[in-house]
T-cell receptor
């Protein structure tokens, strides 16, 4: 059974600071996704990571994937209030059916002035 | 280009009532999915479809049925609603290639009393 664990689950940051959210998963996968969700809204796709060593950056967010360690990180640089949201990682098991994403519980990020 | 559209956005049902949630996508995606999201958790896959006329069970299919009569539509039915089905339901669609990720609808908030 594939399990996905995110930590921390809650994160309060000051503007301008850096931090990393971690996503660990329990079985072999080389397909990992990061999503952002604002309260009451849908999921917005941030990054699609498809191979070991993949690194993608968009603005103040950078995501990486280490399939050997079964770990993905979402790094936040110089946080701003607009980044306040809940961030989910989701993993698709190798050999599993497409769309059977296993989600972490999410990291609720609050960026304060 | 509307993307993925879900109707209704909100609904309150009494225990034992039935209803159908509609998902429509205009991106000509082959694959469509229904997820549910419960408080403090990530999304869980209910059912999915890899093409018109085909459906398959996901992680939590009990109590739900689906139909994909047209490529652009994916219906989720609750035959006899239970309070445990109180949740936010998200529809998503994708190409048959995980490199492009998934597009989610805005969600349906369902309360069963």
């Amino acid at each position: 059974e594939l399990k996905v664990e995110q930590n921390p689950l809650f994160l309060s940051m000051q503007e301008g600071k850096n931090y990393t959210i971690y996503c660990n998963y329990s079985t072999t996968s080389d397909r990992l996704y990061w999503y952002r969700q604002d309260p009451g809204k849908s999921l917005e796709s941030l990054f699609v990571l498809l191979s070991n060593g993949a690194v993608k950056q968009e603005g103040r967010l950078m995501a990486s994937l280490d399939t050997k360690a079964r770990l993905s990180t979402l790094h936040i640089t110089a946080a701003v209030h607009d980044l306040s949201a809940t961030y989910f990682c989701a993993v698709e098991m190798n050999g599993g059916s497409q769309g059977n994403l296993i989600f972490g519980k999410g990291t609720k990020l609050s960026v304060k002035p | 280009n509307a993307g993925v559209t879900q109707t209704p956005k909100f609904r309150v049902l009494k225990t034992g009532q039935s209803m159908t949630l509609l998902c429509a996508q205009d991106m000509n995606h082959e694959y469509m999915y229904w997820y549910r999201q419960d408080p403090g958790m990530g999304l869980r896959l209910i059912h999915y479809s890899v093409g018109e006329g085909t459906t398959a069970k996901g992680e939590v299919p009990d109590g739900y049925n689906v139909s994909r009569l047209k490529k652009q539509n994916f219906l989720l039915g609750l035959e006899s609603a239970a309070p445990s089905q109180t949740s936010v339901y998200f529809c998503a669609s994708s190409r048959p290639d995980w490199r492009y990720g998934y597009t989610f609808g805005s969600g349906t908030r369902l309360t069963v009393v």
